[in-house]
């Protein structure tokens, strides 16, 4: 089959590369329909994790399922199905608690002490092939497959926004805590920042501030129904106030990650998280969903090489603040995100700019990585219809 390899910073190419097999009698095999190109995957592409060479890329996956193990109960040949960028096995101590994304038995216990959680095509993340391909296999199939509705194919571009970034965009705002009424800023304007502004507006929030530098992706966010905030018109803590009574915003979402970076384009990895702690008020929650990585040798600076920040503790601890964190769980949301696509109550592949075969996936990812203006969300078709 072809898939998308990534052979070091910024080389991808497109590969013919053996088709994905039955390992477990538990797994399956999807064909894929539709796979997404993710913020989450530049941190590979650009060198910024120790992803290995050689590996498929590719974590949003969706597709039709082609080959069936023996112990797999509930899912056919022929079904549609959305896949979690989670690999969870559904019966460890935190799958159980629907803590889908820090599985314990897919985990790669070799990463840290303790660790928790698996995805595909992922650095640190377990072996699982990513979906960048024409095929892949699906562990735990009964657990990790998303049964899509007949319109599965007229409607894929909402559809494949629930293998991660619409249930990521609408954990971030669970971790912030929002509230119907309550106001909420949201930063970073990319695919993920947009999705959480779309499910702060489903929630019932009396205002969303969305922040990014990026016009073309605020625009994106005042269609979506956003108040856009501009880095480059001043400090982000002052321009909410103002719009908030003065206090700041009752709660905050952060949707850019550690390769946050100042107006000059220089990466200052506590840049968002200190401005978050400053424009959200007193005892307001913040739900941080952009990724931090425990360590990164080629950060510009010596705390960031250790997977540090420099982050206003005490300003934190004075305003009462809370915040939650890591990757989402994904099988928590998207069962019932998928109905209300399904219903006609929300359209997340409105973000959706380019619908591209598999064969242009490495420029694409050229454009995305350099955030070129028009470039917000890409999805790939990687099986002619
Ligand atoms: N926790 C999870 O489960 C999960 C899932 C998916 C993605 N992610 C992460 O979410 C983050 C965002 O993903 P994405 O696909 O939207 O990525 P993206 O890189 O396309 O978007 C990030 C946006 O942040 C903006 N930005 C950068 N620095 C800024 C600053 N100082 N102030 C304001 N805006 C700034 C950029 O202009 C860009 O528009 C990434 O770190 C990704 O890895 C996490
Ligand atoms: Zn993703
Ligand atoms: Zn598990």
Redesign the pocket.
Known sequence: MKALIFHGKKKVSVDNVPDPKIEKQTDVIIKLTTTNI???D??MYEGRTDMKKGRILGHENMGEVVEVGAAVDTVKKGDHISVP?NVGCGFCANCERGLS?FCLTCADPTVMPGMAGAAYGFADMGPYEGGQAQYMRVPYADYNCLQLPPDAEEKHRDYTMLS??FP?GW?STRLANLEPGQSIVI????????MAAMSARIQGASQIFV????KD?LELARKIGATPID?MNGE?GDQIRELTGGYGADCGSE????????AKGKE?PN??MN?LVDAVKATGQIGV???FVPKDPDASDDLAKKGQIAFDFGKFWFKGQKMGT???NVKTYNRRLRDLIHVGKAQPGIIVSHELPLAQAPDAYQH?DD?DAGWTKVILRPNPA
């Open positions: 993710c913020g989450s530049l941190h960028f994304g991660d970034i990521t954990h930063f970073g304007a990319g695919p993920v920042g947009l922040v990014d530098g990026k992706r880095t982000v949707c850019i990650g550690y390769q946050c970076h100042n200052v840049l968002v401005s969903i952009g990724v890591g990757q989402c995305f955030r």
